[in-house]
């Protein structure tokens, strides 16, 4: 293997190298990309991963993400329709400690690998299984394929403004995906840490509706203000119909051209951040300007509008070179180009951080792709390994001995949270950092969020109290505390003495500023397990700069993935703001990007360093980063090497990859059409009518398919707008075709106005904002330990409380907070 930081990731005494799961053997029968990217993290982190590929092989290896996907794993090929490799599956599951599976609930049935009959047979086996529905609900017999559930719940409308048409727009970054399989990673990581107290295993399930709703910052919320009270709160787009800016947000998070072209996308959130934007623009003396009172939130369309223009005018007035030089010299300002592609492997942070490796696959030669998930001591992981050749190991894994039967070493341990007694102290700020630490509160763990004597700046990011701030608060504990006062940096040292964990995401160099970065809390605790969240990275070339969703998502080709199109136009103004509105759209929409792709990650790290420590493992200081997590969830579109098969790519109308993959516009809305395997189009052009076109010769076989697909897209396009999108969802699912209607609206306000949807993927949270309320439910489902679902507090809510626990008396926490070193 060549590359960056090839060498050993984590050495402990005397140079031996530490891989926290070894000794754990995986068992994987996944066919899909969320399934093998949950096995790619076990055996990043050393187990052993073993592919059972069907005949053939496992589909997934014709897409181009597969040498990075199934890196470090073995082959064997079993056909488990007969009675011998069934058997033999067998074999391999006595000695296994996780098995993960993607088969719909039906397949697992006919095979025997149900929940009740793995756990009787095997006691200590963690099975996790991943579909796209859930197993039960209004929608768990329809096809699991990403685009219909994107379709389905409404996401494709989220980002209806990314294209030029109007209707939905297809979204091409597997974000659901994303969402099952970290959640899946959660649950295999949270059974293990339990199965070490109770001696034993169980089942696990995620699915991609679940999963993705994850991903979302804080509509669930905003919706539900407009929802609850329509009269007094209207909750508008960041744009008008006309195109023109109606959000706050628009401005710190300007999109705009350089004067020779170049697309930048800023990250200015924070008020002290946005100013010093303004004053690089030279634009500082707007904030002193009566014309301009309440900046950035103004009263006319007129000033929303002007402002607008005059900011990407001034941007405009220097090129992509000067505009590097200010974000190398003035650390309070920052901006990425737009990239797509293999060019992402490019970023400067990720070259520096040992976050792009090359390979050297003995049949495809050198392999670029993403390091591991996770760093430790700044170093990957592990070095990755190459794919292994079809059935590499078979005659090995065919021929193993049955192990001796596994026997229950303890009682059932009922229904406890699996992460009960687990302690996180969480320093993240906004939401790609600490929301990792907000999703395991669902499975148990105390969080003690240390915020300042305002509060979190997420908490204001809109006008209507905590809206912004409730989803990344839930189930946590708050107390507002100075840091930068030498009493505040005691009781923080006091609450990492007795804490598990430490989570931070600041800048680097901001943690040891603030006296709290790992050789501090760990001198206090060397027990802790100390998990680095930036944007960037702990030092490096980018790691003092801000990082926020727009900008992570621009960098790391989100935006140009879903539209890819949108950064052509430089000339006019007109040009240029529709272009901004469709890159905004596409990288900045709130439901679905970075900060939500990157904090699922950092969930998965602090529990990996847990279940490490618990197995007498333990790791140095570990680091997940949002242009790191981003890197993996876009592994089919940058992994390259020589002669790899063309990513799909989303055609210009926004419409998805291809003929049996991609939205039609029906007689009343839009159905989306997914049906991509050859028997999928026998059940296609069977539920269809005879003289629909289909027995066309050019239809004949997969190839003459592909040959031809604008001319199939043409010939279902006709079909389809003969009949209402809800007639042909209703008709063609009977029939077992893979196809929806498209909803046009929020998905977040469809969860929770459908009673059917909200029956089934919603539950009861109170929150003193909301006060009762429905939430997303947890996003990962074990068969014997529960889950919770609580809901957000507010800053310096425990703060008294936080402070008793410590043994600070009355007096003293008065004392405290009359000097404001503590509040709430």
């Known amino acids: 293997m060549t590359g960056p930081n090839s060498g050993p990731a984590h050495d402990g005494p005397g140079g031996v190298r530490i891989d926290p799961l070894a000794g754990l053997t995986v068992v994987d029968l996944s066919t899909s990309t969320q399934g093998l990217s949950v096995t790619q993290f076990l055996a990043d982190a050393g187990a052993e991963v073993i592919g059972v590929e069907p005949p053939g092989g496992n589909p997934i290896r014709r897409q181009p993400g597969w040498p990075a996907l199934a890196r470090g794993r073995r082959s064997v090929v079993l056909d488990l329709s007969e ?160 195109g023109e800016p109606l ?86 300002i920052s901006a990425e180009p737009y990239r797509a592609g293999v060019d992402v492997f490019a970023h400067p942070q990720l070259v520096h951080d040992g976050r792009v490796v090359t390979v050297d696959d003995p049949d495809l030669g050198p392999v670029t792709q993403p390091s591991t998930l996770v760093h430790v001591d700044e170093k990957p992981l592990s070095p990755p390994r190459p794919a292994p050749r079809l059935d590499a190991d078979g005659a090995a894994l065919r021929s193993r001995p049955a192990p001796a039967p596994q026997e229950e070493t303890a009682p059932d341990a009922g229904r406890g949270l699996p992460l009960e007694g687990l302690t996180i102290l969480d320093f993240g700020l906004m939401f790609a950092g600490p929301f990792g630490a907000t999703v395991l509160t669902d499975l148990g763990a105390r969080v003690i969020k240390v915020e300042t004597l305002e509060g979190d700046t997420i908490r204001r990011v809109f006008p209507f109290p905590e809206a912004g701030g409730m989803k990344v608060m839930q189930g946590k504990e708050s107390i507002s505390v100075d840091v930068r006062t030498d009493e505040g940096r005691a009781i923080v040292h006091e609450l990492a003495r007795r804490s598990d964990v430490v989570l931070q995401s600041f800048r680097a160099g901001a943690a040891a500023r603030a006296g709290i970065d790992a050789e501090t809390l760990k001198a206090i605790n060397p027990d802790l397990v100390y998990v680095n969240a930036p944007g960037y990275g702990t030092d ?23 539209a890819p199109d949108a950064a052509s136009a430089t000339e006019t103004m007109d040009q240029i703001k529709a272009a901004a509105v469709r890159l905004n759209a596409a990288s900045a929409i709130p439901s679905i990007q970075a900060d939500g792709v990157a904090a699922l990650a950092v969930a998965s790290a602090m529990l990996l360093g847990v279940l490490a420590r618990r197995r007498g493992r333990a790791l140095g200081n570990l680091t997940a980063t949002m242009i790191g997590s981003a890197t993996h969830a876009l592994v089919h579109q940058l992994v390259d090497y020589p002669g790899r098969p063309p990513a799909p ?36 052009v069977a539920a269809l009518p005879a003289d629909a076109g289909l027995d066309d010769p050019r239809f004949a076989t997969p190839e003459s398919r592909t040959e031809n697909d604008a001319a199939l897209a043409e010939v279902l396009g006709t079909l389809f707008t003969g009949r209402a999108a809800s007639d042909w969802e209703r008709e063609l699912v009977a029939a077992g075709v893979g196809l929806v209607q498209v909803h046009e609206g929020l998905p977040e306000v469809h969860l929770q106005t459908d009673k059917a949807l909200a029956d089934e993927y919603c539950t009861t949270a109170v929150s003193p904002i909301f006060e009762e309320h429905l939430r997303p439910q947890p996003a990962v489902r074990f068969s014997r330990s529960s889950t919770r679902a609580l809901g957000g507090v507010l800053a310096g809510h425990h703060t008294d409380a936080i402070l008793t626990e410590l043994g600070y008396d009355a007096d003293r926490i008065a004392d405290l907070r009359e000097r404001n070193i503590v509040a709430g």
């Open 83 to 242: 009675p011998d490799d069934r058997g033999r599956l067998d074999v391999l599951l006595a000695d296994a400690d996780v098995l993960v599976t993607t088969h719909p609930r039906a397949v697992s049935e006919a095979l025997g690998l149900t929940a009740e009959a793995l756990g009787a047979r095997f006691p200590r086996l963690i099975s996790a299984e991943l579909t796209a529905w859930g197993a039960t609900g209004p929608w768990a017999n329809l096809k699991p394929y990403e685009g219909l559930v994107m379709a389905k719940m409404g996401l494709f409308q989220s980002k209806n403004r990314s294209i030029t048409r109007r209707g939905p727009a297809f979204i091409s970054v597997p974000y659901a995906s994303w969402g099952a399989a970290q959640a899946a990673l959660h649950g295999i990581l949270a059974a293990l840490i339990e199965r070490e107290s109770s001696g034993r295993g169980q089942h696990v399930e995620s699915d991609m509706v679940r999963g993705v709703t994850l991903l979302d910052t804080w509509t669930w919320y905003t919706e539900m203000v407009g929802i609850r009270w329509p009269e007094a709160y209207h909750v508008v787009d960041a744009y008008d119909d006309n």
């Open 540 to 562: 490096g070339p980018y790691g003092s700069r801000p990082a926020y969703a727009p900008s992570i998502g621009a960098a790391m080709g989100f935006a140009l993935t879903d």
């Open 649 to 684: 790519t989303v055609d210009l109308g926004g419409h998805g990859f291809a003929a049996l993959y991609r939205m039609y516009p029906a007689a009343e809305g839009w159905v989306y059409l997914a049906a991509l395997a050859p028997e999928e189009w026998d059940e296609l």
């Open 247 to 332: 959000a706050a947000l628009v401005y710190p998070l300007l999109a705009a051209p350089t004067k020779d072209g170049t697309w930048l996308q800023f990250a200015q959130v924070e008020p002290r951040l946005f100013a010093g934007m303004m004053q690089e623009l030279g634009l500082a003396h707007v904030f002193a300007d009566p014309k301009w009172a309440g900046l950035p939130n103004l009263p006319t369309q007129e000033l929303r509008t002007e402002l607008w223009e005059l900011m990407i005018s001034r941007v405009r007035e220097r090129t992509i070179a000067e505009w590097e030089e200010v974000f190398r010299t003035n650390k309070n």
